[in-house]
């Protein structure tokens, strides 16, 4: 994400959207009664009887947001919502869309919280992500970090197919396994590659594959229990590597939730429920507050995030910190399974 310009206290953010990583972040930035300024395009007829044709038009429009569907599958975020701006052809307060994909300039117009503006900030940050590569002498995982979390870019297994990506091994494993890598490397210009093995297998795998110092100056060693997707989030909470990708969303929100889990654990401060944590925010008591996507997207979809909006003003007010953590990832998965919304206090609340 390129942040053309920002005036945070006037409310208006001019952006634009350099990946998909972006997406996801404006799903949970955009909120129902902002406005949008954005590209729309429409299907006009011009002529009369045979001689007709349909061509289309673009226009840039500005709308009121009313719902959001985010499409990471074809890299777009619908923002749907009531034309304010007038057009000939587009009727101001008519039913419209703008559909945002890469490279697509937009105008936010809201009042920002401080956690939305440290999200536009983290996503403009210019970080490179980790290249994470799980494997044993005939099978592979390989995944990267992303500004929301991991993302598994292929399986490798011996000389068949596996999904995500077809690769496929044709007879030296490793040798094969490493010229996936290169190819990974160049596409994503990762800070690290993180070779992860149980056993010894990342010994047999630098001594099977070419000298290449390019290469192996990025390597980073460590151990997993398997070659699974579970096993990511075992190496992620790895405290030897916390240091090295402490920068990386997923391990952020790894850590966040044992943080939480340690104060549950103990008896110590923590709230969860919307209860429970309304409560913990009327008294001031919120150091940091982790709500998920699927909490978010709900409350949005039925009509209720009106008064989850008051409750993330009142606690971005007192200065706690707002965490939104991915469903679709274990952290996320287990606060849901916590009602989807929970607190560490100040203090422990009697």
């Not at 729309?40 to 007709?52: L, Q």
């Not at 997923?250 to 709230?271: C, F, R, V, W």
């Amino acid at each position: 994400m390129k942040l053309l310009s920002q005036n945070y206290k006037a409310g208006i953010v001019k952006l634009k959207i350099t990946d998909r990583d972006d997406l996801w972040y404006l799903s949970h930035i955009i909120d129902p009664s902002d406005k949008l300024t954005g590209i729309t395009t429409r299907k006009i007829k011009i002529g009369d009887g045979d001689n007709a044709k349909i061509t289309r038009k673009t226009y840039r429009i500005t709308i009121e947001a009313k719902t959001l569907d985010l499409q990471l599958d074809s890299d777009t975020l619908r923002v749907n919502g009531t034309n304010t701006t007038e057009h000939d052809d587009i009727p101001k307060g008519s039913f419209q869309n703008i559909s945002i994909t890469i490279d697509d300039e937009i105008t936010i117009h809201k009042q920002f919280k401080q956690y939305q503006i440290d999200k536009l900030k983290e996503a403009a940050s210019d970080k490179s992500p980790f290249l994470l590569a799980l494997f044993d002498r005939e099978e592979a995982l390989i995944a990267k970090t992303t500004k929301f979390g991991y993302q598994v870019l292929t399986e490798l297994k011996g000389s068949s197919e596996k999904k995500h990506e077809k690769h496929q091994a044709t007879g030296n494993f490793y040798l094969d396994l490493y010229k996936t890598l290169l190819q990974y490397q160049k596409r994503s210009n990762p800070q690290k590659i993180i070779l992860a093995t149980p056993a010894f297998y990342k010994e047999d795998f630098l001594k099977a594959i070419p000298k290449d110092p390019n290469f192996k100056k990025l390597i980073i060693q460590a151990t997993v229990s398997s070659v699974t997707e579970s096993a990511i989030n075992e190496l992620l909470k790895d405290t030897k590597l916390k240091q090295v990708i402490s920068q990386s969303r997923a391990s952020q929100e790894i850590n966040l939730m044992q943080e939480l889990l340690s104060e549950i654990g103990k008896d110590g401060a923590y709230a969860y429920s919307k209860d429970e944590v309304q409560n913990a925010a009327n008294q001031g008591a919120i150091k940091k507050l982790l709500i998920t996507t699927k909490l978010i997207t709900k409350a949005k979809e039925d009509s209720s995030y009106e008064e989850l909006d008051k409750l993330l003003t009142l606690i971005d007010k007192s200065k706690g910190e707002i965490h939104i953590l991915n469903s679709d990832e274990e952290s996320g998965r287990r606060l849901d399974g916590l009602s989807g919304i929970a607190a560490i206090l100040r203090y422990k609340l009697i």
